[in-house]
């Protein structure tokens, strides 16, 4: 169908939330995706973070085709063995207790914020400014910004945000009647802002003091993207709840909102519930996307082809630079209109997540030549 007829479509009958680029994408295999006309781009965005190993990685392929044909869905009335098998996998390489399955991050986010009230009854939840924890009531609540806020309100009680890079306005904020502090150990959708060690230091022991829990999401940090499968794993602040969603299902739609032993039995029969959360389809691709990102090679060149693509950005004389591994960011005036060149002209997909700058996220199995050719194709916005 022509791009016009689908603009058409969408004005017709999609509510308008999206500011969608005019382009028409019908297949994707590695890091490379094509339009309805043939014409061949480099992803550095991964559909934000999400395609992270790779549009039609032949191991999630299989994986997924499998299981599509042999059961698509039960429910959780029953057992599937991807879901038990993804639960222990998970568990296992974080913090070692239980897992509870979402479709989204932001539903992931609000499990774990019903877990803290449940634990710590109409207890309040401590924020960072410049966070973002997604859209429903409760993350939206935990997301404190202004515009994003406003049109919604009354919002869920008892959030109160704080300055992102002050230790001490963290723990003054936690007090006998904190339930949680929620954290982005590397915030994305504000523009790739690593939260520093103090600040998550502060609130590990704020939590301890005040038996408050420390809920780290990892939705888009984590799963490998920072050449750690956590971005907590950098500092060595241990949450007691995390969220992750996005690259878990490397396309499919999958989170999860892990705890720590000691609060694996807060919610319990009848407390929450999801008709498709932890779908056999969905966990076997998930299962498939960490055979490939839990591996220490792949994480070893999750950091080399970083370092490798955010000194590329410094030489070429781009400003701002920063993030960590996979998750950069740049500085650069009117980026939403850069981004739109880079991705019309230059044919390179990344994402302008405010008026100066620009996010890069490429799927974690991007090659260094891939990373040398997005360099060339960033080349030209200077
Ligand atoms: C850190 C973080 N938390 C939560 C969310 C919400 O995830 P979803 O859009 O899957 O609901 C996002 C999405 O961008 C995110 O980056």
Redesign the pocket.
């Known amino acids: 169908m022509a791009l016009e007829r689908l603009q058409a479509l969408e004005r017709e009958y999609v509510m308008g939330t999206y500011a969608r680029n005019p382009v028409e994408f019908v297949r994707g295999e590695g890091c490379r995706l094509w339009d309805s006309e043939h014409n061949e781009y480099l992803d550095f965005l991964a559909g934000?973070?999400v395609v992270q190993i790779g549009h039609g990685h032949p191991h999630w392929v299989e994986a997924v085709s499998e299981q599509a044909a042999q059961l698509a869905h039960v429910g959780n009335l029953f057992y599937t063995e991807p879901a038990m098998r993804l639960a222990e996998r998970l568990s296992k390489l974080s913090l070692g207790g239980k897992v509870f399955f979402t479709n989204?991050?932001?539903?992931?986010?609000e499990c774990a914020i019903k877990l803290a009230r449940k634990r710590k009854r109409g207890g309040g939840v401590v924020v960072l400014e410049g966070?973002?924890?997604?859209?429903?009531y409760g993350?939206l609540s935990a997301t404190p910004q202004e515009a994003k806020q406003a049109p919604f309100a009354p919002l869920v009680p008892g959030f109160v945000a704080v300055p992102r890079d002050d230790p001490a306005a963290v723990a003054g904020a936690v007090s006998d009647d904190t339930a949680a502090v929620i954290i982005?150990p590397i915030?994305?959708?504000s523009g790739i802002h690593p939260i520093a060690e103090d600040v998550l230091r502060a609130a590990r022991e704020a939590c301890d003091r005040h038996g408050a829990l420390l809920v780290f999401?990892?939705?888009?940090?984590g799963m490998g993207r920072t050449g750690q499968m956590w971005a907590w794993q950098h500092v060595q602040v241990t949450p007691d709840v995390m969220?992750v969603?996005?690259g878990l299902g490397g396309g499919l739609?999958i989170?999860a909102c892990i705890t720590a032993p000691e609060h694996a039995d807060v919610l319990g029969a009848g407390d929450h519930g999801s008709t498709f959360a932890g779908g056999p389809v969905i966990a076997a691709g998930a299962n498939a996307v960490l055979d490939v990102v839990d591996e220490a090679e792949q994480l070893v060149e999750v950091t080399d082809n970083g370092e490798t693509l955010a000194e590329g950005l410094s030489d070429i004389g781009l400003e701002g630079v920063r993030g960590r591994g996979l998750m950069l960011a740049f500085e650069i005036a009117d980026a939403p209109d850069v981004a739109r060149r880079l991705l019309l002209e230059q044919r390179l997909v990344v994402n302008a997540t405010g008026p100066t700058t620009i996010r890069l996220l490429p799927p974690l199995t991007v090659s260094r030549d891939e990373v040398d050719e997005a360099l060339e194709r960033l080349r030209s916005v200077r």
């Open positions: 934000i973070s989204s991050g932001a539903e992931a986010v966070g973002f924890h997604g859209r429903t993350a982005e915030q994305g959708e999401d990892e939705i888009q940090c969220t969603a996005k739609p989170g």
